[in-house]
């Protein structure tokens, strides 16, 4: 039987498609470096650290004529650094997930390292604030005009019967000889605090919103729950300064408020030793509605970014669970404990 011989085409097939690989390779290398080469790009990256934005806000934060940016987030989405997702008539912008190759990833990380090094200029950091205010007021604004239908509301995104299971059964975990104080930040229309006060020898609901505490009371009277004490105020308030609580609740309160690793910071200082912080809270998304139609200020979190806020706060990740909602979004329940 003769075998036929390799054809000279057949042999260098191989060398040029390895040397079409490392040229494509080069090229992509060479547009991500460039796309970081600009003051005003890297101030983009250092912005969308934690939040995810549209053009408008971002000229606003920069002081950067839409036509000028918009070239500059072309750029920056075409690279890599950053991916652009369409709602309705918005784009949100945010960091796109590291390369998938040895040298970008090395590149995205020392980037993104070098951009989060930056420090913003006090008129930057002026606007930011005043943003986060803003989105702030818009967000209580929303509750206090919808409250007649926060259920409806939060049915959009997760309702609480599609996950009271899981937050129920992580409380089961808490020992028996931890479940002395509880405290509830945000309890919303108070569904959680039947569960806490059967748990718990005391509770108590803290929430920035007199109507949605009145809405809490209502329920905690509806429910004869005697142990339930309501406090206004948010997390700066005395009842978290000094460490007294077993278990802190955190639930679908953080996009909520415009800055959600301090109110991380100032849960875990209401706890004592070994003591526990439950968080529900959405993973990262695209879906911009939510902030006009659920007084949402922020569009999620990625899980390592929460875990990275609790972990300067002293917590030590327990368990946690990932749970499948209405409309594409995605809730994490995280269990952390006080080290």
Request: net charge negative; proline share 4%; aromatic share 6%.
């Amino acid at each position: 039987m003769t075998t036929a011989m390799p054809t000279v085409e057949a042999l260098e097939s191989p060398r040029e498609t390895l040397a079409e690989s490392q040229n494509t390779c080069a090229v992509d290398i060479a547009s991500f470096l460039k796309a970081a080469g600009d003051p005003l790009r890297l101030r983009v990256l250092r912005l969308l650290k934690q939040d995810a934005m549209d053009v408008s806000e971002l000229c606003e934060l920069l002081e950067v004529r839409q036509p000028a940016l918009s070239h500059h987030l072309k750029v920056l989405t075409s690279s890599g650094l950053l991916r652009g997702d369409r709602d309705g008539n918005h784009i949100y912008y945010r960091r796109a997930e590291p390369a998938r190759s040895e040298a970008k990833d090395a590149l995205y990380t020392a980037v993104l390292m070098a951009a989060d090094s930056l420090d913003l200029d006090s008129s930057e950091s002026q606007r930011l604030e005043t943003l986060q205010t803003k989105r702030q007021q818009n967000s209580l604004s929303f509750f206090r005009q919808n409250l007649p239908r926060f259920r409806e509301q939060q049915d959009l995104i997760a309702a609480p019967g599609r996950y009271a299971e899981v937050v129920s059964e992580f409380i089961r975990t808490i020992p028996a000889d931890q479940r002395s104080c509880a405290l509830e930040i945000g309890p919303g229309d108070g569904w959680l605090l039947p569960t806490l006060s059967a748990a718990f020898t005391s509770v108590c609901a803290l929430d920035n919103s007199e109507l949605m505490l009145d809405t809490a009371r209502l329920t905690a009277s509806e429910a004869h729950l005697n142990n339930v004490t309501f406090v206004h105020g948010d997390t700066a308030n005395p009842v978290l300064a000094e460490p007294q609580f077993d278990l802190v609740v955190v639930n679908m309160v953080l996009h909520h408020t415009p800055d959600p690793q301090t109110v991380l910071l100032q849960a875990a200082q209401g706890l004592i030793r070994d003591g526990f912080l439950l968080v529900t809270e959405l993973c990262d998304h695209n879906q911009g509605w939510a902030r006009d139609n659920c007084g949402d200020l922020w569009l999620g979190f990625k899980p390592e970014l929460v875990a990275a806020w609790a972990s300067k706060a002293g917590l030590a990740e327990r368990t946690s669970s990932y749970q499948g909602q209405r409309n594409g979004f995605t809730l994490q329940v995280r269990l952390f404990q006080k080290t």
